[in-house]
C-alpha cells in the first residue's frame, strides 16, 4: 500500500523556521518525483517546490526562494521542506505528492500527503 505521511508542521512567529518531512511507504523517492504543494484557505492548491528522482531540485515558487529548500534522505526514503524567513502568508495546509515530472511544474501524482498544517502568527 502506497502511503505518504507528512509531518513538522505547527505554529511558528514571523520570521521563524519548520522543517517538514513527507516519509514515503509502498514507494521509493528515488523512483519517483515529487512536489511539495499548500493550500491557503480560500485558495487553489499550489506547487511550492518539485524534486526529481534523481535529487534535483526542478523548481522552487518566487515567493519561497532563498527561503525554502528541498532535501532528500534516501536511505529513510523521506523529503523534507526546511522553511526558514516564514511569513504570515506562508500559511496553508502543506502536501507532499509522489508521482512524474512532466515539466518542472507539472507533476502526475500517483500519491499524496493528508497534509500539515502550518500557521504563521504576524
Known amino acids: 500500500q502506497v502511503q505518504l505521511t507528512e509531518s513538522g508542521g505547527g505554529l511558528v512567529q514571523s520570521g521563524g523556521s519548520l522543517r517538514l518531512s513527507c516519509v514515503a511507504s509502498g514507494l521509493s523517492f528515488s523512483q519517483h518525483d515529487m512536489g511539495w504543494y499548500r493550500q491557503a484557505p480560500g485558495k487553489a492548491r499550489e506547487l511550492v517546490a518539485s524534486f526529481t528522482k534523481g535529487g534535483d531540485t526542478n523548481f522552487v515558487q518566487e515567493s519561497v526562494k532563498g527561503r525554502f529548500t528541498i532535501s532528500r534522505d534516501g536511505a529513510e526514503n523521506t523529503v523534507f521542506l526546511q522553511m526558514n524567513s516564514l511569513k504570515p502568508e506562508d500559511t496553508a495546509v502543506y502536501y507532499c505528492?509522489?508521482?512524474?515530472?512532466?515539466?518542472?511544474?507539472?507533476?502526475?501524482?500517483?500519491?499524496w500527503g493528508q497534509g500539515t498544517q502550518v500557521t504563521v502568527s504576524s
Open positions: 505528492s509522489a508521482g512524474r515530472l512532466y515539466t518542472s511544474t507539472n507533476l502526475v501524482s500517483v500519491a
